[in-house]
């Protein structure tokens, strides 16, 4: 069946980086865009940005530009996104999703991965 | 950018019940909007889209309506799977956000 499966959960220290990986299987990867949004302890869910998987196009939230980067692996059917200068603040459940034939609907999601930022 | 604002943030009810969650958009976005279901530890589910389409799959006691700044979702009558947080998500355009949510709770 179509799914995405995230890598496990993460603690870093301030400054360091976190690279999360999202594994689809069950479709043509190369026919859907994934994006990542994340939910901190309290807060309201956060688009932070997303690839075309066919050819590699990705587009962020001016909030996270330049501090993430969203690449993929055909060959793997599996997107990634790492976040440096990691700070307290992005201790947060990550989530990948799968966008629809309908831009900017997000019908497939992974499970989350727990990254923890904390000294 | 726009903002979404969901009310309320907590809800309780009880089986059987019907509810309704609004969400209001600080602009006008047609009916660009969807709603998603959060549960603990598991995946987020897409309920609805364009404003009041059921995603497959999805039971038909939900439901959407609305367009341009104001919407809606409402369930008919609760289920003990439908106690969880609901989002509203606008995708008019980049940045795409969510609302900041709402907790259904049992009563």
């Known amino acids: 069946q179509v799914q995405i499966v995230q890598s496990g959960a993460e603690v870093k220290k301030p400054g360091a980086s976190v690279k999360v990986s999202c594994k689809a299987s069950g479709y043509t990867f190369t026919s859907y865009a994934v994006h990542w949004v994340r939910q901190a302890p309290g807060q309201r869910l956060e688009w932070m940005g997303g690839?075309?998987?066919?050819?590699?196009?990705?587009k962020y939230s001016q909030k996270f530009n330049g501090r993430v980067t969203i690449t993929r692996d055909t060959s793997a059917s599996t997107a990634y996104m790492e976040v440096s200068s990691l700070r307290s603040e992005d201790t947060a459940v990550y989530y990948c999703?799968?966008?629809?034939?309908?831009?900017?609907?997000?019908?497939?999601w992974g499970q989350g991965t727990m990254v923890t930022v904390s000294s | 950018d726009i903002q979404m604002t969901q009310s309320p943030s907590t809800l309780s009810a009880s089986v059987g019940d019907r509810v309704t969650i609004t969400c209001r958009a600080s602009q006008n976005i047609r009916t660009w909007l969807a709603w998603y279901q959060l549960k603990p530890g598991k995946a987020p589910k897409l309920l609805i889209y364009d404003a009041s389409t059921l995603e497959g799959g999805v039971p038909s006691r939900f439901s959407g309506s609305g367009s341009g700044r104001e919407f809606t979702l409402s369930i008919s009558s609760l289920q003990p799977d439908d106690f969880a947080s609901y989002y509203c998500q606008h995708y008019n355009g980049y940045p795409y956000s969510f609302g900041q949510g709402t907790k259904l709770e049992i009563k």
């Open positions: 690839i075309l998987a066919d050819n590699g196009n990705t």
């Open positions: 999703a799968r966008e629809d034939d309908r831009a900017g609907v997000f019908d497939i």
